[in-house]
């Protein structure tokens, strides 16, 4: 059985930045501990970064979301500090422009056991975990709930429930 960790925009816009909030701050520890656990393990791990540009404003999601973020080339792009040493341990790093990245599919088939965390829960966890349901519907995939944060509270527990409902295992 082959295994891996899916890391999601685990970004300092989405934790202390921007779009930061405290349930972002507070899973931090447990993100760490997780990929820290996966390496020892053997396990391969895979983070995805949100990247936008200037023109974000412009964008659908900007018009929808107008609030900057995740500019390319910027510290809230970046990966949060306790979390960026693990970056040279990644398989790949995905610049995905949008909430799913349409192509990881393609990264995990070789994968039985495919666990995701990361931010946020309701938005970019649950796209990039139905994506990969939609490809791979007989493969074991994992969301690992303190590892995760949503938008809001409220949003985290009603997206775990959306992706229990769609056979995804709530850890």
């Known amino acids: 059985m082959k295994n891996c960790l899916v890391i999601i925009d685990m970004q300092n816009d989405f934790i202390s930045g921007t779009l930061g909030t405290e349930e972002a701050k507070a899973i931090v520890p447990h ?4 990929i820290e656990n996966a390496i020892s393990n053997g396990v391969d791990i895979f983070f995805t ?17 107008p609030v900057k973020h995740c500019i390319k080339g910027t510290w809230g792009h970046d990966i949060c500090d306790e979390i960026k040493p693990f970056e040279k341990n990644a398989k790949n790093i995905f610049i995905k422009e949008t909430f799913g990245y349409k192509d990881l599919p393609k990264y995990l088939e070789n ?8 931010l946020c829960t309701d938005i970019c966890v649950i796209s990039n975990i139905m994506l990969t349901k939609a490809f791979y519907p007989e493969k074991n995939i ?9 938008v ?5 527990n009603s997206a ?12």
């Open 49 to 65: 970064k949100d990247t936008h540009y200037e023109n974000y404003l412009e964008t659908m999601e900007g018009k929808k979301l």
């Open 31 to 34: 993100v760490k501990s997780e």
């Open 111 to 118: 994968y039985d056991n495919i666990t995701f965390i990361g």
């Open 142 to 150: 994992m969301v690992k709930k303190d590892c995760c944060a949503g």
């Open 152 to 156: 809001t509270i409220e949003n985290h």
């Open 160 to 171: 775990l429930a959306v992706m229990k409902s769609c056979h995804i295992d709530i850890l």
